[in-house]
């Protein structure tokens, strides 16, 4: 998943200066709105890798992400970088570190880095946790970086997930978001025809939540006018069509997400809106009927709508009949 998040110039000539210099043995760097910035260093207090993971404890904190960018051994490509992502971060920190992650080591320079890795525990960055990462990795069948990742962060989203089973939705691979209680009986209403609304618009609220934005009653051709333009939206919307005589209702899941949206949050609603449609459908019992996405909602008209639901009809050709030779 591309995240959209460059290096500062900054961060990369910290970590030019580091490559040249020896005696430091690495730095942090974070995600400030769109940007990798520069974070502490990480100094050095010994020739030995292992003896200098001490100084990495007091520059970390058990719910805030980070990127660790070590030095290994002197040589052109003996570092690593490290996405440190606690088990108690919030939701769009853990999506938004990992994804990107990779984006952090091309930035900086892929052929400077012989590892990548991915932790969720301060005591993995600590002596005893570090050898043991390297047993395991003479000890186990190598995993790829990604199934590693994977691995990881769906280690991380099920602890996050224990204790509240009962309030959140089970998105599968994709993040672990509960949903607000006044969003799941909207929701339950719009699939049960309540006649006093047929839209339910949803969101992302700060809280990691899928939460109500609003529900409303409306036609094909005032839905655009309905949903937000300024953030993104999950809307349900409850169709009424003629088909070959009495009308049918048929469940529309639309994504909007416009242009002037935050990266965070169009990466999130992007991760997250898969596992959305599955809930709906596995645990609410919806049908729906057909996806719709736009960058804008004035995208979804009732023509577009109409344009969904009418017959495709297929055009049948016939043999063409041979010309006769010598004519023209």
């Not at 509960?178 to 609220?205: H, K, W």
């Not at 839905?223 to 919307?237: M, N, Q, V």
């Not at 004035?298 to 009418?310: G, L, N, Q």
Request: charged letters at 30%.
């Amino acid at each position: 998943m591309q995240s959209g998040i460059t290096a500062t110039e900054e961060l990369r000539s910290a970590f030019n200066k580091l490559v040249s210099n020896p005696s430091q043995r690495g730095l942090l760097a974070s995600i400030q709105g769109e940007a990798l910035i520069l974070g502490e260093k990480v100094p050095s207090s010994s020739s030995s890798f292992l003896e200098d993971l001490s100084n990495l404890s007091p520059l970390l904190f058990p719910s805030t992400p980070a990127y660790i960018l070590l030095r290994l051994e002197d040589a052109p490509d003996g570092f690593i970088a490290i996405t440190y992502v606690p088990d108690t971060a919030p939701v769009r920190q853990k999506m938004l570190f990992a994804s990107t992650r990779l984006t952090l080591v091309k930035e900086l320079g892929g052929e400077r880095f012989r590892e990548t890795l991915f932790v969720t525990e301060l005591k993995e960055l600590e002596r005893q946790g570090w050898e043991k990462h390297e047993r395991s990795k003479k000890l186990a069948a190598p995993l790829t970086e990604e199934e590693e990742t994977l691995r990881r962060v769906k280690e991380a989203e099920a602890q996050t997930q224990a204790g509240t089973a009962g309030k959140r939705m089970h998105f599968g691979s994709g993040p672990s978001l509960g949903i607000e209680g006044r969003a799941r009986i909207s929701l339950e209403g719009l699939r049960d025809a309540d006649p006093n609304y047929n839209l339910v618009q949803l969101r992302i609220s700060p809280g990691e939540e899928i939460a109500l934005a609003e529900k409303s009653s409306t036609s094909a051709e005032g839905l655009a006018a309905c949903i937000s333009a300024t953030e993104p939206r999950y809307s349900f919307f409850r169709y009424t069509h003629p088909v070959d005589g009495p009308h049918q209702d048929s469940m529309i899941f639309i994504y909007t997400c416009p242009p002037e949206s935050k990266v965070r949050d169009r990466m999130v609603y992007a991760s997250a809106k898969a596992g959305l449609i599955r809930a709906a459908q596995d645990e609410l019992g919806f049908e729906i009927a057909k996806k719709l996405e736009a960058s804008s909602a004035d995208e979804i008209t009732a023509s577009t709508i109409e344009e969904e639901f009418r017959p495709k009809l297929v055009e049948k050709q016939g043999f063409a009949k041979p010309k006769r030779p010598g004519r023209r």
